[in-house]
């Protein structure tokens, strides 16, 4: 697929990866809640695997294999929590199998920072799991599984991401954060919520699933979080010296510059819901 799309600029390949990408998530999520859960489980691996690569290119040695293993745990507890297959109790078994990280450091001699590998292996599952396993708490927040959650939350953040990248490559003249990020723009801030907030209104017009002032909300946690999920990523590829995550997506980088805007965002919007 990367050499059929290589012929083409790098907004085309933006566009393409984005109409097939969106159209396998949102098929996912409508079509049974076990594809939903396999289509975030293959990101949310994807992603953390992304990630310790990534850390691992500026020197450090996280343990990839137990620290995916640890955090896709994390990630099917919470989704079987939520569908009432298992019992919350079972979440007292993810401590004892994080914490064989450290048992395993013990054994590598050529580690010469243990204890710096060992927090980037949590900070993966912190930052990309976490995030992603919070999802099935949304989902689940009403009761039953509700795709219309799900799937209005990736609009809210798509919106932004859309109106903030279209806006700021026309009209972007204010400097936003310019020694995270460069581009990023005050207009192409407004842009995107000024988009975001138009979806959420329509959202709720067709989608009775929460009142009007909830989505409104959503979607300025979505924007503003998102922002700064944004940046953070931003600062993480600074700090190692590259431009994108990686190139498994054309036009889009990798999977933590796609969903890096979610990764923040997530965890606010799921305090929300279950808060209010």
Known sequence: MKSRLSKYDNLTQRIIVAIVGVAIIITAIY???????????????LSIRE???LVGLDGYLPLTTWGTFSGMLIYTFTFLVQM???????????????????????YKKSDEKPFTNIAYTFLGILYVVIPFSLLHVIAFCTGGYQFELVTGILLLTWASDTGGYFAGTFFGKTKLFQRI???????????????T???????????????????????????????YGDLVESLFKRSINIKDSSEALPGHGGFL???DALLLSLPFIAAFLKIF
Do not use: C, H, N
């Open 84 to 106: 009432e297959i298992i019992e919350p109790v079972m979440f007292y078994l993810i401590f004892p199998f994080s914490s064989i990280i450290f048992f395993i450091k013990l």
């Open 181 to 195: 990020s460069p581009k990023k723009s005050w207009e192409g801030f407004v842009g995107g919520a000024l988009l």
């Open 197 to 227: 907030l138009t979806i959420a209104f329509l959202i709720a017009s067709f989608a009775d699933i929460l009142p009007l002032w909830k989505w409104m909300t959503i979607g300025i946690l979505t924007v503003i979080a998102g922002t």
């Open 31 to 45: 079509w049974q809640v076990w594809s939903y859960f396999a289509v975030f489980l293959l990101i949310s691996f």
């Open 51 to 53: 990630f310790y690569k």
């Open 257 to 259: 510059d796609r969903f």
